[in-house]
């Protein structure tokens, strides 16, 4: 399977616990997003990285939530002190950014996230 | 704030078209237009995405006005699969902003 993967599928945690979620890209892909969709809601944007640098983090990414990209291909999501409003789906997408060129993003299954 | 306006839902009879309408009057020049679907509890999918020119594959079609301040997606034959909701999306930069999107109902 060369598409978008995320891990774990399903995290249920207690209020006040860290996470942490992988997502690995399409092996070639320089980009790599972020997103948080809650229910009946459009994906929201959190961040991107272009390779290890990341370029853009939305207002949404509170101090508690951190994003890691090391060596420009797998990343990590972590997300402090969990709290009830942080239940979601956390999406992660990837694409192939050349100069002048349309940005199609390919998206992984999600990670649904649970705070009890 | 989304880019793009789109109704909130519509059903379509199987086996007839659907055509999706999307307002996206605020867009740039150099700006594409992208349509992607999310079936429950899936990632969104790609569908197809458009700049001046209408595009076709075999998925769906795209129609964009000339003065791009609008487009329509066109699913040709809708069948149950075909379930889901639909998003249209301009990039801001380097990121997608998804609206609400259309939710589809395809029905027998």
């Known amino acids: 399977d060369t598409g978008v993967s995320q891990d774990p599928r399903h995290k249920i945690t207690k209020r006040g616990q860290n996470v942490t979620f992988r997502c690995d890209p399409i092996s070639e892909h320089n980009r790599l997003y972020w997103y948080r969709q809650t229910l009946g809601q459009g994906p929201e944007f959190l961040t991107y990285?272009?390779?290890?640098?990341?370029?853009?983090k939305s207002r949404l990414l509170s101090d508690r939530f951190s994003a890691e990209r090391p060596k420009g291909s797998f990343s990590t999501l972590e997300i402090q002190r969990t709290e009830q409003g942080d239940s979601a789906m956390y999406l992660c997408a990837s694409s192939l950014r050349l100069a002048d060129s349309y940005n199609e993003q390919f998206f992984g299954p999600g990670t649904r996230l649970t705070v009890l | 704030d989304a880019k793009t306006t789109q109704p909130t839902s519509m059903d379509c009879a199987e086996g007839r078209a659907a055509n999706l309408p999307c307002n996206h009057s605020?867009?740039?020049?150099?700006?594409?237009v992208y349509w992607y679907r999310q079936i429950h509890s899936q990632g969104p999918q790609y569908i197809i995405h458009g700049l001046k020119n209408n595009e076709t594959n075999e998925m769906a079609s795209l129609i964009i006005t000339e003065d791009r301040k609008s487009s329509t997606l066109i699913l040709p034959h809708a069948t149950l699969r075909d379930t889901a909701v639909y998003y249209c999306i301009v990039r801001v930069g380097g990121k997608f902003q998804f609206g609400a999107g259309t939710q589809v109902v395809v029905t027998p």
């Open positions: 990285f272009q390779n290890e640098a990341q370029l853009e």
């Open positions: 605020t867009i740039s020049g150099n700006e594409y």
